[in-house]
């Protein structure tokens, strides 16, 4: 990879954005990050920002300009909201980002989605890219990132080579949504095994997510397979979900999850928690909703085999490093509170 070659990430201050930005800056490429807030950190390191919202037409023509490739990372995520805040960020704002890559000359665009984009409510065990797009969900989130991912492979052509990576539960050092979560929830006792407990999922460390972005600029490069195609990204490793919860808990010394809901029972309380929430003037997300139950207790893993074979992508952190990586330091961290 050419050095010079200059390079825009879109949500670069996230957790997985800022990855991206750390790869591609050991590359000793040019950075820039489209954000709502600067990072002084990555300032001072020669990353130029460009600080606006997605949608912002100026501001994305002026962040494209000059770029050989956009690793469109940002997004609005959550199992809750108003669909048209999902909406007017993840679709609306993707259409405007691919509207000032074809002005700027833009060469490649990698799309960061996710793979809820294919829910349908079933177990799905060993899942391929050959799932169709979910147009049926009861959280907008996978709704709008499904309609966004349809409009970047529609998107492909000659002039703007475009793919879509869909990588499920990151998570690593410095995680702050997926661990942080289940660990205060399983600290207030609020959290319950849903369902019997023994379905298996994926997840991809966030080291692994960020290469699989750089290697798919690299096959959009070449213009081959990659073109105009979607890809699951994760370890490669499914495992059973709560089987792994209780494991880092135990590490940590803390209260296993021993206590259970069905998943019926479990979706009820969902939709009442759904209907509270939009009736009521209640803040955050509810406790449970349909969606999440459904995440909890079913089967969602998936066949990366078309990553290996077109991108090359190879994950580098295995779930037993990265594991004990984590749990090395939430131990650090644990004494460092007590002291």
Not at 258 to 281: F, Q
Request: glycine residues 10%; proline residues 6%; hydrophobic residues 40%.
């Amino acid at each position: 990879m050419d050095s010079r070659s200059p390079a825009l990430v879109t949500g670069g201050t996230g957790f997985l954005g800022r990855h991206i930005v750390e790869q591609l800056l050991a590359q000793g490429r040019r950075v820039t990050v489209l954000a709502r807030h600067p990072a002084p950190d990555l300032q001072e390191r020669g990353v130029t920002f460009v600080c606006a919202p997605l949608a912002e037409g100026p501001a994305l023509n002026e962040a494209c300009r000059g770029q050989d490739t956009v690793f469109h990372v940002a997004a609005k995520v959550g199992v809750w909201g108003r669909h048209e805040d999902f909406y007017r960020t993840n679709v609306l704002g993707t259409r405007a980002l691919l509207a000032a890559c074809r002005a700027a000359g833009v060469r490649q665009l990698v799309h960061t989605s996710t793979p809820s984009v294919v829910y349908n409510g079933r177990d799905l065990a060993g899942a391929d890219e050959s799932l169709p797009l979910t147009r049926d969900c009861p959280s907008p989130y996978p709704l709008t990132k499904a309609q966004a991912e349809r409009e970047v492979l529609a998107a492909n052509s000659e002039q703007l080579r475009c793919c879509s990576l869909r990588p499920h539960l990151i998570w690593g050092l410095g995680d702050p949504h997926l661990v942080p979560r289940v660990l205060a929830s399983a600290r207030a006792g609020r959290l319950r095994i849903v369902g019997t407990g023994e379905n298996r999922v994926d997840m991809v460390h966030v080291r692994n997510a960020a290469q699989a972005h750089l290697l798919a600029e690299t096959a959009l490069r070449a213009g081959g397979a990659a073109c105009g195609r979607p890809y699951f990204i994760t370890n490669g490793e499914p495992l059973r979900l709560w089987g792994w919860i209780n494991g880092l808990l135990s590490a940590l010394g803390e209260p296993l999850i021993e206590k259970r809901i069905s998943l019926g029972a479990a979706r009820t309380v969902g939709a009442a928690c759904e209907l509270a929430w939009r009736c009521l003037p209640l803040k955050g997300e509810p406790p449970m909703t349909r969606f999440v139950a459904s995440e909890l207790a079913k089967d969602h893993w998936f066949d990366i085999s078309a990553a290996r074979r077109d991108l090359g992508y190879i994950p580098a952190v295995t779930m037993r490093e990265g594991t004990q990586e984590l749990i090395a330091d939430l131990r650090a961290r644990k004494h460092a509170a007590r002291t």
